[in-house]
Every structure is written in C-alpha cells, then in structure tokens.
C-alpha cells in the first residue's frame, strides 16, 4: 500500500472522525435536554441545506480533481461560478421557506426562519468545496484536518453554550453555521492559496461536460436520500421523523467516517493513475478490503449494542429508534464498496457510466418507495436496507470491464470480515439481556467484541488485520 495513499487517508479519516465525534457529543447532549418532537424541523431544514450542498458541490468538484492538468484558471472559474450559483440558490431557498413551512404544516414550528437563517451557509458551501477540491488535488489533507478541527471545536463551545441557555433548536443551528464559517476561513489561512479574478468560458465548457453528469448523478443520490425524509415529516409525525434521524445518525457517523475519508482520498488518487488499469484495480481492490474489515464489525456491533447504548446515552425516551439503528447499520455496511466502485469509475472518466447507473437505482428506489411509504416508518427504512444490498451488484458490474475485477472477486474479497463480524455479534448480543447496570453491558459488549473479532483475525490470519498490526507497530516505534 502507497504510503502516500496511506497517510492522507489517515489526515482525511482523522478529519472526519473529529468531526463527527464532536457533533455527535453534541447532539447527545442537546438530545438529552430536547424532546424528539423538538427535533422535527431541524431534520427537515438539514435536508433542504443537504440538497443545496450537492448542488453546489457535487460535480464541479469533482472535475477539477478529476482533470488532469487543472490549473489556476480552472480553479478560479469554477469558484466565481459556484459563489453566483450558490447566491441565487439562497435566495431561492428564502423566498420559498413559507410555502416549504406550509407544506409540512404548523407541527413544525418555525420553519420558515430557520430554513433562512441556516441556508445563508450555502454561499460558504460553494467556496468550501473549491478549497476541498484544491486540497484534494494536491493531497494536503493535513491542512483539512487542522482547519476542520478548529471549526469544528469552536462551533461545539457555540452548540454547548447556547443549548445550556436554553436556545433550544437554535442551538443546532449556530452549532451548524459556525462550525462551516469557522472551517472555511481557517482553510484559507492554511492554504494560502486564492482564487484569481479570472473566469474562463472555454476551460467551464470543458469542465461543465464532466462536472454536469456528476452533479446529475449526485442530486440524484441527494434527492433520493432526502425525498425519505420529506415524505416522513409529511405523512408521519416530528416524533416518527425525530426517531427516523436519530437511528440513522448513529451508524451513519461510523460509515460517513470511513466513507468520506475513502471516497475523499481514493478518488484523487485513482485520478492520478486513471491510465493504468493495474494500478486502479489493486487500488480499488485493497479499498473494498479494508473497508469491508473495517465497517463489518462496526456495524454488526452497533446492531448488537444499539439497545443499551440508546438507554444510555439519549435516555429512555429515545428508545423508538433502536429498531431504525439496526436497520440502518444494514443499510450502511456495503456503502465503502459502493464509493471504492463508483470512485474508479469516475476516475477513468466515465462520468456518463456513473449518471446511468444512477439512473437505473433511483428509479428502482423511487417505485419501491412509492409502494412502501404508506405502510411504515420501518418499511421505508427497510426497503432501503434491500435494495442497498442488491445495488452492490449494479454498482459492481461496469468494474468488470473497466478494471477486470469482477463481482464474484470483490464478494471474496469481503466475504470474510462480514462473517467474522457476524459470529462476533452473536456472542455479544446476549451480554444486553443481563440484569446489570447499562453502562456495565457496555462496556462487557464492546471489549468482548473488539477481543473476539481480533482474535479471529489472527486464526484466520486475515491480511488486512496483519497488515494494520504491522503499520501500528511501525507508527508506536516511530
């Protein structure tokens, strides 16, 4: 493994794991003093920041890393174009907020200000995911961490301080703009690096052929993730929606690590070697590995923990979304292999390839929704977990031709740490029904697990385990 490859994923894992941390800590404690209900209009506000997000960042991003010889010019005319484009998305989301309030009706209390207060950050999502291009172009991953870790820390002491004063959802929303005004002008002193007053229409054309199919594909994705959401505040009550985020934010914080730091790293690196087909396939092929061996146990564990690490962490009166956390953990075990496949094939520069296969699933997803939203909460969540497992065929299938790795190989490949993961949760799960304090069920359930799943690597001798030990040995030496 490129050390290079292996250093930066580690800067780009530090990052997300910090980030996520801290805001799940946050959350928590909000959540303690909060009711579920209180966090209906939040889960819907994010979902409409979310869709704007994408829109701003999902294809031109992408075709500045993805391009081989992208310069300063590029750079620039592409950030002039997304800070106009995210401007005039802003004041589409303002003028909006009432009627998007009216939809969902009075049950979520003011909606309307905050869909306008919180979408004033999607001018700074446009420039941030300039920066984040040029980072990731440039593979300094390390400048992101410390960046991040600065906005991440101070928006926290904001969430904290205002959630103790009794600013309710308010306080989500400082956390949120804080944390993304303090990220992005910290990034700017690290990487002394501005956009010039250029913008070139040839080198957009050039650009907005890769970056449209991409950004096409990526509302899809969005509008597909968050459409769930809609239709839960819609047909549903804030509660039913409040448990529906909350059992989905738990795992999600665990794979949105291990996601976006692979997809982060991987894809720039792919970029870089998009000639060489050996090099992309041994790159994807030890991603999905590794991310196989690394997600598996997380997720079957957090199945396996989700009722005491509810009880202890949010209180009882969350209990209603332990059933959505081991749904959702089954939702997201596969999506590291989903990001190793979809990477390489943006790499080679078949963004047209990854438009169809998105196409293709969301429309299968859309009719399945369609037919399950009226029965459940729970069908919803459960339809997804489905259709996410076969979609590993789909998202697999063009890697077949394009780098000759094909299906049955990749199950191979991460065939092993699920069934070590699986057997590791079976023996831990039982820990939950003791008649012992929760915290005490645990932490007897995470020591376990962590025991047993090692020491079934070493049985096996699994290599990814092998080649993990030796890189903390080498890292503790030095």
Not at 100 to 109: C, E, L, R, V
Not at 223 to 229: S, W
Not at 368 to 389: D, G
Request: glycine share 4%; hydrophobic share 55%; net charge positive.
């Amino acid at each position: 493994m490129s050390n290079n490859l292996v250093s930066n994923l580690s800067w780009k894992f530090a990052e997300r794991f910090l980030v996520q941390l801290i805001t799940l800590v946050v959350s928590i404690i909000i959540a303690r003093i909060l009711s579920p209900s209180d966090f209906g209009p939040i889960v819907l506000v994010l979902s409409v920041t979310n869709l704007a997000y994408a829109i701003v960042d999902g294809g031109f991003n992408s075709a500045l890393i993805q391009k081989k010889d992208a310069d300063i010019v590029d750079f620039s005319t592409i950030f002039h174009f997304t800070i106009w484009f995210s401007i005039v998305l802003y004041g589409i989301l303002y003028f909006t907020a009432p009627y998007i309030h009216s939809f969902f009706g009075s049950q979520f209390s003011q909606l309307t200000s905050i869909l306008r207060v919180i979408g004033l950050i999607i001018p700074l999502y446009g420039i941030n995911s300039i920066q984040q291009a040029y980072v990731a172009r440039h593979m300094l991953f390390n400048k992101l961490f410390y960046a991040t870790a600065i906005g991440t820390i101070i928006s926290a002491a904001v969430g904290l301080i205002m959630a103790y004063q009794g600013f309710g959802v308010w306080a989500l929303v400082a956390q949120i703009m804080s944390s993304t005004i303090v990220t992005t002008i910290a990034l700017f002193a690290f990487v002394h690096k501005l956009p010039k007053w250029i913008f070139s229409y040839s080198q957009f054309k050039q650009l907005f052929k890769y970056g449209s199919r991409i950004l096409g594909a990526t509302l899809l994705i969005n509008i597909y993730q968050e459409l769930r959401t809609f239709i839960i505040g819609k047909l549903y009550t804030p509660n039913d929606l409040a448990y529906f985020d909350r059992g989905k934010q738990f795992p999600f914080v665990i794979v949105n690590n291990v996601n976006t730091s692979i997809g982060a790293v991987l894809f720039p690196k792919l970029s870089q070697s998009q000639d060489d087909t050996s090099v992309l396939r041994q790159t994807t092929r030890m991603s999905i590995r590794f991310s196989a061996y690394i997600m598996a146990p997380m997720m079957f564990g957090l199945i396996a923990c989700a009722d005491p690490l509810v009880r202890l962490l949010l209180t009882d009166k969350w209990v209603f979304c332990i059933p959505f956390i081991r749904i959702f953990c089954i939702v997201y075990m596969f999506q590291p292999i989903h990001t190793a496949n979809m990477q390489a094939i943006k790499a080679i520069g078949r963004s047209d390839v990854f438009l169809t296969l998105e196409v293709i699933k969301k429309t299968l997803e859309l009719v399945s929704l369609v037919c399950v939203m009226w029965i459940s909460v729970k069908a919803i969540v459960w339809n997804m977990a489905i259709l996410t497992t076969l979609f590993t065929f789909v998202n697999a299938y063009p890697n077949k031709k394009f780098l000759n790795y094909s299906y049955l190989e990749q199950v191979k490949d991460i065939l092993p740490p699920i069934l070590l993961a699986a057997v590791m949760a079976g023996l831990v799960y039982p820990i939950s029904l003791l008649s012992i304090h929760t915290i005490w069920i645990l932490c007897i359930q995470v020591v376990l697990g962590v025991v047993v799943y090692i020491l079934f690597s070493i049985l096996t001798q699994n290599k990814e385990y092998e080649e993990l030990k030796t890189r903390a040995v080498a890292l503790i030496k030095k």
